[in-house]
């Protein structure tokens, strides 16, 4: 890659990440101001390291090493800067499987969001939708059966990634309803928990929340170091934020419909670059601007003015 596209592609990653992620930012913010100051400390440093490390350097790298054994563990981290035909050949045959799949888990993430969550309606029609939200099971079942239908015209691990795609979404979605539960006995009980057991929770919420992030990644890159480099650089803009400024980026009321709408058209380019469509790499980032810039200028505009 030329040095020009890898700049936008870790921008595209590092602000994808930062967006995508406000949910987690928020619970993060909530449960730290329960914690001591010295508890805080060590989970905005060492829980900084594990999320870069752990999840979103090694998550992407197992995915890769996954859908490519033969390329082994060193391989599947530095495949694509490598000049061997033998290593293109092997990303090239299994990324429409690993397309396939992450782009069914976004596109079905936008529409659980789209008919069932609550939100601030930043477009027309998505009342409409909300109000519709027993639907939602109906048209990702549609939408399921007809990715796998067609994938199965060009190559059947096509379809079984779909179907992997769809099942990480209901099992991460799971965990994350799950997490909301958690936060409310945490935040509100009346039981007594020592820092160490928030900690842990945090963990396992930034881990079960940046799934959303490392698959949406594989929209600009199949790079691990990339994807390391650039979500790395949101995740610590974020703990940032979190430390900082939580509450004014809580203003933005549409950053969440920005975040959304973005997930939707990585879902769909990757969908379309598995099915063999040709996609520029400079799609993914430059639509994240886009979409994310356009509602947050209407976020800015809803703000009450101050005299």
């Known amino acids: ?75 599947a981290l530095t495949a694509t800067f490598s000049n061997d035909p033998r290593v293109t050949e092997a990303i090239a045959q299994s990324a429409p499987i690993l397309l396939a799949g992450g782009g069914t888990f976004l596109v079905f993430l936008f529409f659980h969001w789209l008919f069932l969550e609550t939100k601030n309606f930043g477009l027309h029609g998505e009342h409409f939708f909300y109000r519709n ?18 994938a199965l015209q060009e190559n059947p691990l096509m379809a079984f990634g779909a179907v992997v795609g769809s099942t990480a979404f209901f099992i991460t979605h799971g965990f994350k309803q799950n997490a909301e539960r958690a936060e409310e006995k945490l935040l509100h009980g009346n039981g007594a ?49 979190t430390i900082k400024n939580i509450e004014s980026v809580k203003k933005y009321k549409f950053l969440k419909n920005g975040a959304m709408y973005a997930i939707l058209a990585l879902g769909v380019i990757m969908l379309a670059d598995a099915f063999g469509y040709h996609v520029p790499h400079w799609l993914s980032p430059v639509a994240t601007f886009f979409i994310i810039g356009y509602f947050f200028l209407k976020s800015a505009r809803a703000l009450p003015r101050t005299n």
């Open 193 to 241: 928990h020592s820092d160490l057991s928030k900690i842990l929770y945090l963990e396992v919420i930034d881990a079960t929340f940046s799934i959303d992030g490392v698959l949406g990644a594989f929209a600009f890159t199949l790079s691990v170091p990339l994807i390391l480099i650039g979500n790395g650089l949101g995740a610590f803009v974020l703990r940032e934020l």
């Open 1 to 75: 890659m030329d040095f020009l596209p890898i700049i936008l592609t870790i921008l595209g990653l590092s602000l994808f990440e930062i967006v995508s992620s406000i949910d987690n930012a928020v619970i993060n913010a909530e449960v730290l101001g329960t914690m001591s100051a010295r508890g805080r400390r060590w989970f905005l440093l060492w829980g900084f390291l594990f999320a870069v490390i752990c999840v979103r350097g090694l998550l992407p790298w197992l995915i890769i090493w996954a859908t490519n054994p033969a390329l082994g563990p060193i391989g």
């Open 133 to 150: 939200g027993i639907w939602f099971y109906a048209a990702v079942s549609f939408l399921l059966t007809g990715i796998v239908w067609f």
